[in-house]
Structure formats: C-alpha cells, structure tokens
Antibody, heavy 119, light 110 residues
Framework: QVQLVESGGGVVQPGRSLGLSCAAS????????MHWVRQAPGKGLEWVAI????????YYADSVKGRFTISRDNSKNTLYLQMNSLRAEDTAIYYC????????????WGQGTLVTVSS | QSALTQPASVSGSPGQSITISCTGT?????????VSWYQQHPGKAPKLMIY???NRPSGVSNRFSGSKSGNTASLTISGLQAADEADYHC??????????FGTGTKVTVL
C-alpha cells in the first residue's frame, strides 16, 4: 500500500532554515510527481510546490518562491523540502502528497509534520 | 495566486443533498478541467474525493459528484450521512503550471 511519511518538523526561529523529508513506499516513486502542501493552524490548505517524476521541472507558490527548494532522490524514494528565511507565516503542518497519473490531483497524502516558526 | 472562493460552511440534514461551490477565474477553474476535491476530517490528512472535475477515485462513494460551469466548480453530496461531516477543499491547476486550493468549507450534518 502507498505510504508517505514526513519528518523533520519542529520549532525554528524566524530567519533560520529547516529541511523536511518525505519517505515514500508501496509504489514506484520515480514514476510520479510529488507535491508539498501546507496547512496553517485552523486554516485551509495551501499548495507549496511540485516536482516532476524525474526532477526536471519544479514549480512554487509565490509565497515561498526564492526561499523554499523542492528536490527528490529517486534512489532513496525520498522527497525533500529545504526551507530558508523562515517567517512566522510559514508555521503550518506540511504534507507531502503524490501527484496522480494525470498530474492534476493529489491522490495519496502523508500524515504531515508540524513546523513552528517562533522566537 | 489568490485562493479559490468557497462558502465557509454548508449544512444539511441526513439524507439530504448539499452542494459546495468553488469559484476561481479563467486562469484556473475556468481554463482547465483539472478541478479536484478533498475531504478532511479533524486531525487527519486530506482524502481525494473527485478529480478532473467529475471523476471519482476507486473506493469513493457515488454519493459524491462533481461538475463545473464557467469559472465555478461544484461538489454535490447526496444522501448526506453523519460521516460526511468534515472540511472540504477544492483545488485547480493554473495557467502558471501551479496549483491553487480553495478557502475550504465546513460541512455540518444537522
């Protein structure tokens, strides 16, 4: 069965960096695009970034462009999100999600990891 | 990348049908048949309910259906059940090759 397990969340000061990981299993990771989606406490979902199955293309939300970097290691079945220059408004649960076969929806989700940006 | 507009809340009695709207622009909802819907129970990860406007993934009840007209997509839940009480989020692909979620709708079963 498809499993996505995020890790790396925690408390970090404004302006600092943090890296998240998402370990994938139960499917051929290198065949699927992958997303990061976040949800601030009590708020709706916000799309963050996508990386194509082979890493050849990456797209970002305007709110994180230039500060966050999505990457993947298909040999390790792992997705990453490097977050720099963190702000209080980046506080959220961060989910990794698999892109469906058509790359138009998010068909499997992890349980999320909480990132809190606070001094 | 403004969020798609959804009503904050929708309610209905068991057995009734409800419809949640999701309004965007010609650069997202209106421009592509790539609208999806997600159900999220408290403290849980979202679950895909509808993709490509009106398609249901395997295992999703046929009580859930989707449609689109112009810049507005809709999710209809028929035969409302207590288990349907959750938050629902729409999403669309955009002309910038990015994605955008809706503001989210809380469904209450009276």
């Amino acid at each position: 069965q498809v499993q996505l397990v995020e890790s790396g969340g925690g408390v970090v000061q404004p302006g600092r960096s943090l890296g998240l990981s998402c370990a994938a299993s139960g499917f051929t990771f290198s065949h699927y695009g992958m997303h990061w989606v976040r949800q601030a406490p009590g708020k709706g979902l916000e799309w963050v970034a996508i990386i194509w199955y082979d890493g050849s293309n990456k797209y970002y939300a305007d709110s994180v462009k230039g500060r966050f970097t999505i990457s993947r290691d298909n040999s390790k079945n792992t997705l990453y999100l490097q977050m720099n220059s963190l702000r209080a408004e980046d506080t959220a649960i961060y989910y990794c999600a698999r892109a469906d076969a058509g790359n138009t929806a998010f068909d499997y989700w992890g349980q999320g990891t909480l990132v809190t940006v606070s001094s | 990348q403004s969020a798609l507009t959804q009503p904050a809340s929708v309610s209905g009695s068991p057995g009734q049908s409800i419809t949640i709207s999701c309004t965007g622009t010609s650069s997202d909802v209106g421009g592509y048949n790539y609208v999806s819907w997600y159900q999220q129970h408290p403290g849980k990860a979202p679950k895909l309910m509808i993709y490509d406007v009106s398609n249901r993934p395997s295992g999703v009840s046929n009580r859930f259906s989707g449609s689109k007209s112009g810049n507005t997509a809709s999710l209809t839940i028929s035969g409302l059940q207590a288990a349907d009480e959750a938050d629902y989020h729409c999403n669309s692909y955009t002309s910038s090759s990015t994605f955008v979620f809706g503001t989210g709708t809380k469904v209450t079963v009276l």
